[in-house]
């Protein structure tokens, strides 16, 4: 079956199962809310658009099916998380589908115009530098922040991660596939992650896996950011593997160990790998993007850098300099109001100096940026007075 024959089948099923929505009204004891029109689907249910009533706000509603007195692996996951770089649960209700009997959970959300994916293919020349170190910390930030609860998303691609190009937000979002290591109920599995970012141990099947997967998948995204195209375009997962060896080489019997020390090493061809650097040396990209990809593209999963030190790159430090705008003019967002447990967590890392290096740094911008339109209304206002 083709991918388009295969989308239209996942579209009818979904739009069977959960009816014509645009237009009607879902309400609980606290709300009301106008669907607008859909804005994503798939196996998990349906999104929409949609407007809060009451508050006159936007959001997006995901509805997935429910029983009455199951509780939701997504929703309770999503409860748990609070931060700006992830997407912001803002209620929660069971209502009966318009069209059956059945109940379907409604997880109300943050809505943003863009998924990282839309927002890249609307580009019609390359990714500018701002929105690539911006769009780098943020994701590796959020990332940072769900693995210190002990969750892995275990999905992260550009789909899943919304963005808004006049603000410059970012949020992670769509935990269907996360899971809390803690949980013992819920065994880890192979088949996770979408293939061009799933990580190669997952390729070789391994369900011994930690957080380090969702480092590979930032990996793949900040070089996607610089090419334009997924960085391993693989068509199926034995090629997935050839498009790996291509770039980083064949992976040696220690690595294949670190990745499923529990089944015999497969035979793969022995190539050296163009390398990450010369694979993206047309793009020009900063040395320390460089140096990022080469500590997050690793074969053993132990070897790759954990997300709370990549916080504090060298790639993102030009983020905390004065006169730093997008380029549609507008100021960054803040970036730097950092938790308990991120200062906690830079103390064990030894990169709490660079954090607080950070925050000075985006004072000063915040500052100047400051200074600037005071300046320029000033003018504005004598050149009135004329």
Known sequence: MSKR???????????????????????NETNKYRIS?????????????????????????????QGKRSKNKELRIQEMLHHQNVIKLK??????????????????????????????????????????????????????????????????????????????????????????????????????????????????????????????????????????????PGSSTSDQVIKIIKIIGTPTEEEMKAMNNEIPPPILPKVDGIGIENTLRSFKPPSQAIQILTHTLQYSPEKRLSASRLVTSEFHK?????????????????????????WKRGKENETIDKMKEFVEGEKKRVLSQHLIRKDNETKDTISDAK
Request: hydrophobic share 40%; glycine share 6%; net charge neutral.
């Open 5 to 27: 024959l295969l989308k239209r089948v996942v579209q009818t099923e979904v739009f069977q199962s959960y009816g014509i929505q645009e237009g009607i009204i879902l309400d």
């Open 318 to 342: 030009e983020l905390f300099s004065e006169g730093v705008l997008l380029p549609n003019g507008n100021p960054i967002p803040l970036l730097t109001q950092y938790d308990e447990n991120e």
């Open 37 to 65: 029109k859909v804005i994503g689907y798939g196996a998990f249910g349906i999104v929409f658009l949609a407007n809060n009533i009451k508050t006159g706000e936007i959001n997006a509603i995901k509805r997935v099916s």
């Open 91 to 232: 209620d929660s209700f069971l209502s009966k589908l318009s069209n059956s009997s059945s109940f379907c959970l409604n997880i109300v959300m943050d809505y943003l115009p863009q998924n990282l994916y839309q927002f890249m293919r609307s580009l019609k020349k390359k990714v500018p530098i701002i929105y690539i170190r911006l769009f780098s910390y943020e994701l590796i930030r959020g990332l940072a922040y769900i693995h210190s609860l002990n969750i892995i998303h275990q999905d992260i691609k550009p789909e899943n991660i919304l963005v808004n190009k006049n603000t410059g937000d970012l949020k992670i979002c769509d935990f269907g596939s996360a899971k809390n290591i803690l949980d013992s109920s819920e065994p880890n599995v192979s088949y996770i992650c979408s293939r061009h970012y799933r990580a190669p141990e997952l390729v070789f099947r391994t369900n011994k896996y930690n957080s380090s997967i969702d480092i590979w998948s930032y990996g793949c995204i900040l070089a996607e950011m610089f090419l334009g195209k997924p960085l391993f």
